[in-house]
Nanobody
Framework: QVQLVESGGGLVQAGDSLRLSCAAS????????MTWVRQAPGKEREFVAG????????YYAESVKGRFSISGDDARSTVFLQMNSLKPEDTAVYYC???????????????WGQGTQVTVSS
C-alpha cells in the first residue's frame, strides 16, 4: 500500500520558517522523483520543488527560489521542504507527490499525500 505522509505545517508569521516532512512507503523510493506541490484556495495546483534519488534533478518554482530548499533522507524514504522567509502568498495546502519522471507537471504525478496546511499571516 502506497503511503505519503506529510507533517510540519502550521500557522506562522511572515518572515518565519517551517520545515515539512514527507515519509514514503509502499513503493521503490529510488525509482521515483519526489516533489512538493501546493494549492492555494481558488487556485490550481502549483509545482514547488522536486528532488530525484541522491539529490539529483533539483528543481524549484521561480516563486520560491532562494527561500525554499528540498532535501531527503534516501535511507529512510523521506523528503523535506525547508521554507524560509515565508510570505502570505505561500499560504496553501502543501502536498508531497511522487512521479516516475523528473517533471514539473503535477497532473502526471502518480502518488499523493493528503497534504498539510501552511498559513502565513502578515
Amino acid at each position: 500500500q502506497v503511503q505519503l505522509v506529510e507533517s510540519g505545517g502550521g500557522l506562522v508569521q511572515a518572515g518565519d520558517s517551517l520545515r515539512l516532512s514527507c515519509a514514503a512507503s509502499g513503493f521503490t523510493f529510488s525509482n521515483y522523483y519526489m516533489t512538493w506541490v501546493r494549492q492555494a484556495p481558488g487556485k490550481e495546483r502549483e509545482f514547488v520543488a522536486g528532488r530525484g534519488w541522491r539529490g539529483l534533478n533539483l528543481y524549484y518554482a521561480e516563486s520560491v527560489k532562494g527561500r525554499f530548499s528540498i532535501s531527503g533522507d534516501d535511507a529512510r524514504s523521506t523528503v523535506f521542504l525547508q521554507m524560509n522567509s515565508l510570505k502570505p502568498e505561500d499560504t496553501a495546502v502543501y502536498y508531497c507527490a511522487a512521479a516516475r519522471r523528473a517533471e514539473r507537471l503535477p497532473e502526471r504525478y502518480d502518488f499523493w499525500g493528503q497534504g498539510t496546511q501552511v498559513t502565513v499571516s502578515s
